[in-house]
């Protein structure tokens, strides 16, 4: 079943009932929650923008914890949003590989395993703090390429799920979107 929808990326200062109101405006099924307000601090907006908890068309609550090169700190912060996550009704939290804009298909085989570690604590610590939204992996930054996201996915028990950001596939990746779907299409939520 194909679904459509848009991230809050790209109208960053609408706040929360204006994204809703485009959404069902315009016959989408879901939001990414990515900014509101201005602001992609979305734990600092719904703290000063209460809101009721449950938003059926909100899909994804974008957060920015990257998988490489994480701290506590961040890890922490990824909790709360993932916290948020379930009060507003998301189903998926959304992390991706390395952060920032390096677009290198140069992972090691000891990153890969060191980011499926990663998702396996985190999904752990959900477990144990009753989170029940799930991780979705975008493929954004050294994670722009099907094969590492690819075998990321075969290092974990259970595969994270795929949020296909296809201009990084196909721009940075340089994958047509047929090579692109023929290795991670089943993974692609």
Known sequence: MITYGFSTIGCPDLDMDSALELCIQYGLDFLELRALGGSTDLL???KQNKTSAGMPKVLVLASSFALLGEDKARREKLYREAELADKIGAKYIRVFGAGGNKMENNLTRIQIEAAAR??????????????????????????????????????????????????????????????????LGPMIK
């Open 118 to 183: 990663t998702i396996e604590a985190l999904r752990r610590e959900f477990d144990n703090r009753n989170v029940s939204c799930e991780l979705i992996l975008e493929t954004h930054d050294v994670l722009s390429f099907s094969k590492p996201c690819y075998d990321l996915n075969n290092c974990l028990d259970i595969p994270v799920p795929i949020l296909w950001d296809s201009y990084h596939t196909w721009r940075h990746g340089k994958e047509s979107p047929e090579d692109t779907w023929s290795l």
């Open 44 to 46: 600092e907006y719904f």
